[in-house]
Nanobody, 121 residues
Framework: QVQLVESGGGLVQAGGSLRLSCAAS????????MGWFRQAPGKEREWVLI??????YYADFVKGRFTISRDNAKNMVYLQMNSLKPEDTAVYYCAATARPNLFSPQSYDYWGQGTQVTVSS
């Protein structure tokens, strides 16, 4: 059992930055992939960044702008969001899975509650 809680969302002007945090509790496994997903109103939930076994995958729309990092001592994972655009407005979720399919939301067994990111133009 894994519990995930996101924080750090808010309102930011276009071009600004936010740092989202995901706090993990319960059991963790080295084989788990950790991902950030987002869902905008009227749209499907989509993956943003996923990391597993030292490899990070970036969605095309965030390359060069977003990075993922991890603090194992604190059981935290972070999403650093720079050069934010209004199109980035969404609820952002962290998620974890031990399944081999990394890119489908349906593959993820554990989810945080989500944190709202709103980017104004």
């Amino acid at each position: 059992q894994v519990q995930l809680v996101e924080s750090g969302g808010g309102l930011v002007q276009a071009g600004g930055s936010l740092r989202l945090s995901c706090a993990a509790s319960g059991r963790t496994f080295s084989s788990y992939a950790m991902g950030w997903f987002r869902q905008a109103p009227g749209k499907e939930r989509e993956w943003v960044l996923i990391t597993r076994s030292g490899v990070t995958y970036y969605a095309d729309f965030v390359k060069g702008r977003f990075t993922i990092s991890r603090d194992n001592a604190k059981n935290m994972v972070y999403l650093q969001m720079n050069s934010l655009k209004p199109e980035d407005t969404a609820v952002y979720y962290c998620a974890a899975t031990a399944r081999p399919n990394l890119f489908s939301p349906q593959s993820y067994d554990y989810w945080g509650q989500g944190t709202q990111v709103t980017v104004s133009s």
